[in-house]
């Protein structure tokens, strides 16, 4: 029986992510959980099988030896517009964090709406357990997110609006005891960036 290409994505991206070793920074876990919580986030709101091949996929042209010619040749045109969409650049030019993540920044607000609502569950998936793994580096990284997912206001407004939630309520835990980061700590970051 034919393989959907859902199915096709879920195989290629576990074997590509376990074959590079991967593995979830602070949980150690197989690195496949993520594209796997992705996936269901975006089917939450589509069961576009496109976008849920691509979602499984986001990560495997940066983090594997896998190529954007490889995605399109397994998974046609349309996958490889999305993942390609998804993949970070090298930044040669960029001098330090800020100056990458802007580019960055800039890269996915320029994205397709599909690439977007991917995106926006990706920072979903990422940003939920950020906080209790690493506080000192979630005050950035939230920052980052705050500031990027206002560029991704063409992906799904359901996703978006899970995605500012989870950033502010993890933003505003943090500047709650034992953390007690000031207001204008962020505000000072997020200036950085610009």
Known sequence: MMQSLEEQARRYASKAHAEAGQRRKYTDEPYIVHPAAVV??????????????AAWLHDTVEDTSSTLNDIES?????????????????QPEAKNRAMRKAAHFRHTATACAEAQTIKLADIIDNTRSIIQFDARFAR?????????IALLKKGDSVLWQQASIV???????????????PVSWFARQAARYI
């Open 40 to 53: 269901e986030l975006v089917r939450s709101v589509t069961d576009n099988e496109v976008m849920l091949a």
């Open 74 to 90: 397994h998974f046609g045109a349309e996958v490889a517009l999305l993942v390609g969409m998804l993949t970070n650049t090298p």
């Open 140 to 148: 950035v990284y939230l920052v980052e997110k705050r500031l990027q």
């Open 167 to 181: 950033i502010e309520q993890g933003i505003y835990q943090l500047t709650e005891p034992p953390y007690n980061v």
